[in-house]
């Protein structure tokens, strides 16, 4: 097992767990508290229409997923406050179409495109050393906005109508929330895919709620449970020659329910007056 430190692709996935478990972690608590992991997903398959397009035109995959990812999280913010429509048929729709928009630009790229399929499921061991960069870059950002807007977050997340009337400019920073979302699921997108990459978006943030209901504690136990999720998962993939992204997932999964049974028993025996040790 240690043997295989000594390649540069693992170092690389191991750096890259890292680095994601901290975008992971924070933009995750935001998702869950806010409850829009659906929205999260619509923004990360709108986003595998950027990539297809990107092929199609012969430039870097990942800008394509940023503009797709970016664009489907400003409609998609329209969409939720401004727009009559029902923002979960929007969302679906916006959804739909980044994922057919792929699809058609894959058939029309001449040749064949090994990696499009990678961006489907993710593979956490191809990360190369210029996408490490760009995550620390998507890191700094979202750590720099998270900072310097933590209150106004918050005020939103919790009661976004007493901040909009305490004068705070609400949708605009709703839309600032969406943007930071769509970076992190372009930092996401190439170790665990479009499809799974929903997933450790929430997945960890609720396994820390479980824990605590303070947002700092949150995004804090959410990036420690994110890296724990990223590590194991990607050993047992090394080990049992396995697809990374699908077990990094599957290990997430498995703590959440250990997690959530052991609240909920922890919680039976305080009603009882029981001691649980």
Not at 19 to 45: D, E, K, P, Q, W
Not at 114 to 141: C, R, Y
Request: hydrophobic share 60%.
């Amino acid at each position: 097992m240690f043997d295989i430190l000594g390649y540069d692709f693992m170092v690389n996935a191991l750096i890259a767990s890292l680095l994601a478990s901290v975008a992971c972690g924070i933009i995750g608590t935001y998702i869950v508290t806010n409850r829009i992991v659906f929205v999260a997903g619509g923004i990360s398959h709108a986003s595998f229409g950027g990539i297809g397009m990107a092929f199609y035109l012969g430039i870097e995959p990942l800008i394509g997923a940023l503009v797709f990812a970016l664009g489907a999280a400003i409609a998609i913010g329209l969409v939720v406050k401004k727009s009559e429509q029902r923002p979960d048929t929007a969302i679906g729709m916006i959804w739909a179409v980044g994922m057919a928009v792929g699809v058609i630009f894959k058939r029309l790229t001449p040749g064949y495109t090994p990696d499009l399929a990678s961006f489907l499921m993710g593979n956490i061991l191809i990360v190369p050393t210029s996408e490490l960069i760009i995550m620390v870059i998507i890191n700094v950002i979202i750590l720099i906005t998270v900072f310097l807007l933590y209150k106004e977050f918050m005020a939103v997340s919790f009661d976004e109508e007493f901040a909009s009337i305490s004068g705070l400019p609400a949708f605009i920073i709703y839309l600032v929330m969406m943007c930071l979302i769509a970076l992190t699921v372009v930092a996401l997108i190439k170790m665990l895919g479009v499809i799974l990459v929903i997933a450790m978006l929430s997945i960890p943030a609720a396994i820390a709620g479980n824990y605590t209901h303070s947002l700092k504690r949150m995004m804090g136990y959410s990036v420690i449970i994110t890296s724990v999720c990223m590590l194991l998962g990607l050993g047992l993939a090394v080990e049992l020659n396995q697809e990374s992204g699908a077990m990094i997932v599957l290990v997430a999964a498995i703590i959440f329910i250990i997690s959530t049974v052991s609240r909920k028993l922890t919680n039976y025996s305080k009603s009882k007056g029981v001691n649980p040790s």
